[in-house]
């Protein structure tokens, strides 16, 4: 049976190769790791009796992560301004603060838009793009992964 | 001039050679400490930049939570970080800074401090420190960090009001000696010099050692609340995001991320 730190070297490899899944057996025992969208399911027919979830295994690590990304959304005419880290969002920068960008606002490239707490660190996420917010896609202190869509933006 | 003034010129010497601490400014007081940091962002003196205030008429905490000092009381100070291309400087900034903290309360304390996942430092249940780490993009596109740091120095049972008065605790009140927060910050710069002048030096596996150690976490049964649930086990490891990893007592092993999960409650293994 694998140890701790044998998965952890596991997980580590599939972090580093940027793969989604292994799969392990050697003959009753079976481990399968998995990564689908940054969150990573393990399970092992022996080890536990349910599946357990690693969340938050970035691949992207954070100070090297790409600023917020502009996807353009063919459908909508419409670009997405993306989370480029797992963290938590947050509208304003604090509680009593009125949101950095509203629904019907203007930004400009460069304009703060969330900020994103990721182990305790705050990150200011800046438009990539000029334009309109059309919608906001998560709420107020939800968890987002990488690359989730947080902003769809007419551009001007 | 008492144990318990800063001296500046003191702090300066001492760092002379250091990367943390190469500009060093004072303010007697501002609004925060982070955003006099912020100030130098795009400028070339800002890595390596610590800034030093005696009172803060705006200190804050996490998402706007306030953090109360009494003027002098605390080692009030935020460091500029920036032009780090190893990744663990970012992805484990927090952890960095909490095991510099915990040294340096450490040196000072009579008490043996420990740490709440993932970056506060308890000394008898009571918290001494706290850390907020800020991060932006600069002018020239760079990711940069500026690191708030207070330690709870000189102040006495009186200072702390309300649930503080339960819940918070000082270096003098730990301590049989006077606390000379000079000494506590020059201590504090080494200890983050010698993780963040060298980035490229940064090792995974020690900081995880370092931090689960310090933190006595190893075989400590915590609590967790995560997506409005609550989640009980044995910690068993960081892993490589810095995630608090379980042995959760219904089964199978899951990793927290600090973003979304909050620390209900925390036993010490024997």
Known sequence: ?156 | MTAGHLNIDQIRTATGHSHIGQRIEYKAETSSTNDEAWLYADTDSFDGLVVFADAQTAGRGRRGRIWQSHRGASLLLSVGISGHENPLAGDWLSIITVIAVHETISRFCDTRPTIKWPNDVLADGRKLSGILIESRQNQSGARVHVLGIGINCLQHQGHFDGPLATSATSLELLSRHPIDRTAVAIHLLHALDQRLACPESLNQQTLRNDWLAKADALGARVTLEHNGQQHSGTIVDLDPTAALVLQLDEGGIRAFNAADTSLVSMEYGS
């Open chain 1, 1 to 156: 049976m694998l140890d701790i730190e044998q998965i952890r070297e596991l997980i580590e490899m599939m972090v580093k190769n940027d793969l989604l899944e292994i799969s392990l057996r050697d003959g009753e025992e079976e481990i399968n790791l998995r990564r689908p969208n940054q969150t990573m399911t393990m399970s092992a027919t022996e080890m536990m009796a349910q599946p357990a979830t690693m969340v938050a295994a970035q691949s992207q690590p954070m100070a090297v992560a790409p600023p917020a990304a502009v996807v353009k959304d063919d459908e909508e005419d419409l670009v997405q301004i993306s989370s480029p880290m797992v963290g938590t969002y947050y509208a304003s920068p604090d509680p009593d603060s009125p949101a950095f960008v509203q629904v019907g606002g203007k930004v400009h490239v460069g304009m703060v838009v969330c900020i994103l707490e990721a182990m305790k660190v705050f990150n200011e996420i800046k438009a990539e793009v000029a334009g309109t917010i059309e919608r906001t896609l998560v709420k107020n202190a939800q968890a987002v992964e990488f690359g989730q869509p947080l902003f769809l933006v007419r551009p001007q």
